[in-house]
């Protein structure tokens, strides 16, 4: 089986920074930390994108922000460029018609032209965004997908 290519929404990269007492936190943080080491040790293939950066810049901590920076850029198979603006325009336009805020259309229309197999993500609106162009869940879900395509 060919490995599965994910994209990481940004709110991913965030959970194991966020409070993990609270609700799914832990858990969430816990099941994307072993993903992220899944793509590390190269069983997945890891997309990312302009939007991706451009979110990472926002984060106000700096040892946060250059963890997560070093990682993307490190582990990255591929990555979707501004220079694909028109696209991604277009298709996260038909996105946020169903509610989705600009920042996680834009990710999703990114994973979209990317073609890959799942976007991980812990936001709720997102989680209940429908599309057949892509599968999207959150990580402890997708660690049990994973665990029956082994």
């Known amino acids: 089986m060919d490995k ?3 994209y990481f929404d940004n709110c991913c990269y965030g959970r194991p920074f966020d409070d993990l007492s609270i609700g799914m ?3 969430e943080a816990t ?3 072993y993903i992220q080491s899944l793509v590390k040790f190269n069983s997945l293939y890891l997309y990312s994108s302009f939007m991706t950066f451009r979110e990472i810049k926002d984060i106000p901590y700096v040892s946060i922000k250059e963890n997560i920076t ?3 850029n490190e582990y990255s198979s591929y990555f979707i460029s501004d220079e ?3 696209d991604v325009k277009s298709i996260s336009e038909d996105i946020m018609k169903t509610g989705i805020k600009k920042k996680d259309a834009t ?3 990114c994973s979209i032209i990317a073609e890959c197999d799942y976007f991980i993500t812990t936001d709720k609106r997102v989680l209940n965004y429908k599309t057949d162009k892509i599968n999207i869940v959150n990580p402890i879900d997708f660690l049990k997908i994973w665990e ?3």
């Open 4 to 6: 599965l290519k994910i």
């Open 25 to 27: 936190n832990g858990l």
């Open 31 to 33: 099941a994307k930390m």
């Open 70 to 72: 070093n990682y993307v």
């Open 84 to 86: 694909r603006k028109n």
């Open 107 to 109: 990710h999703l229309a």
């Open 148 to 150: 029956e395509t082994k």
